[in-house]
């Protein structure tokens, strides 16, 4: 079964799928640093309280050491791609602009702002993320913020307090990367075949419900050719692996990337390591529908959670534990743990009906057992992108929001833990605009910060 979009409710920085206005240009295809114009928009009946100590807050928000957009790209990249003030220290503004915020006409406070902003001597090829930042008592939007799916632009609206949800922002730069909302799909006994039903988040990436602590998935990370080389073990025949932690120190196999038909499954180690994934821990696989490693769902081996727990079962209990196996009969793909520790991990891939061998890859037969990984194949205007600079050109149409608007086909709540970190949940659906690109959203109440970078 492959995942498909659904609408859910869920916490803080999650948000759905709708239309949008136009990205930023991308960047040069040999640029591995992004180049973030931030903006502080003034509207005609609503202004920003005090812009000096907005900007203060936003230059750690977006470009900090710490606790920021920066740090946590950096460390989730381990440091391949990054970010950079376009304009000086990166905050423009406050830029007023002809337009009532009443109404959160997304499209025209970004035309309107991005006019602006060329006006003032900052042209639109001098960057390459523009981030509007604005007051949201007057302006009603039913989402966090909002970011373009595989563009350039977020919409990041800040209280009378002028504090941003980091778990927000992170989550809408990663819409700008080209990440889906990420789901959970529920395969009772690790049985891969149509028994599989989508059933809310993963909780294992900021793009589904796991806050900005966690780490990006493997799937998300090979979307951006993050992981490359001797970090993946593309399994083209039956093989054993050893996996080490995705955001671990050292060498070694971080992701084994296996066929499933005309789909992939990607199988990783999560840890904790520097300041993610510390509530995350074990052995997960993830289905990548069509090879597009955008929009993974994790495969969850567990039964049917009952109402109490509102679909979703504790934290890292769908990891999947020494012993445990996935298997699709039908395409005679069968994936074994066979040993599941915090530093590594064995697992055995079985295709083709030929049983894996006992040993893992580099013990018996390195080179036959494991191969650097390529995604499925790309597009022209992919290909064309450079190894860490995987977003898309723009022109998307698609646009992710989070609102209190939308009639719920599916909805869950999440543990307490979670529940104390983002507040409320927030109410999320997928719905088409009339604009033209794409972008994403979030609720409405700050995630707690981190401290602290690492890379790998």
Known sequence: MKP???????????????????????????????????????????????????????????FGDSSSLTSYYNEVTGGATTFKAAEGDGITGPVDIDLAATGCDTGKINELTRTALAAKGVPEDSYDHLSLVFPSEKAGCDWLALGTVGGGTTWMPVGADGKMSMTALVHEFGHNFGYSHHMRLRCPDGDLGEGCKEDGNSHKTPMGGGGWEAGLTAPELLHNKWLTGGEVAKADKSGT????????????????????????????????????????????????????????????????????TGGDAPADADALKAGATLTDKAREVEVEVVKAG????????????????????????????????????????EAAAAPND????????????????????????????LMLAFGAAFLLKSRARRTATATSASPAAPASPASGRHSR
């Open 241 to 308: 692996y050893e996996l080490r932690p995705l955001y671990g120190s050292g060498s070694g196999v971080r992701a084994i990337d296996i066929p499933l038909g005309d789909d992939r499954l990607v199988v990783e180690l999560r840890h904790e390591s520097g300041t993610v994934d510390g509530e995350i821990q074990g052995v997960h696989a993830y289905r990548v529908p069509g090879g597009d490693y955008a929009k993974s769902a994790l495969v969850d081996p567990t039964p049917d959670a009952d109402e109490s």
């Open 390 to 417: 995987a977003r898309p050109e723009g022109g998307s149409t698609e646009l992710a929001e989070t609102g209190g608007d939308s009639d719920t086909a599916l909805a869950y709540s999440i543990g307490g833990g």
């Open 342 to 381: 915090a530093e590594a991990a064995t697992v055995k891939v079985s295709l083709d009906g030929v049983a894996a061998p006992t040993e893992a890859a580099g013990t018996e037969k390195p080179a036959e057992a494991t191969e650097a990984a390529e995604p499925a194949e790309a597009s022209p205007e």
């Open 4 to 62: 498909s979009p659904r609408l859910c409710l869920i916490p803080v920085a999650v948000a759905a799928a709708l239309t949008a206005a136009a990205a930023a240009p991308a960047p040069a295809a040999d640029e591995p640093e992004r180049s973030v114009q931030v903006a502080m928009v003034n509207f005609t009946d609503s202004r920003i309280p005090d812009a000096g100590k907005l900007e203060t807050a936003l230059k750690d928000n977006y």
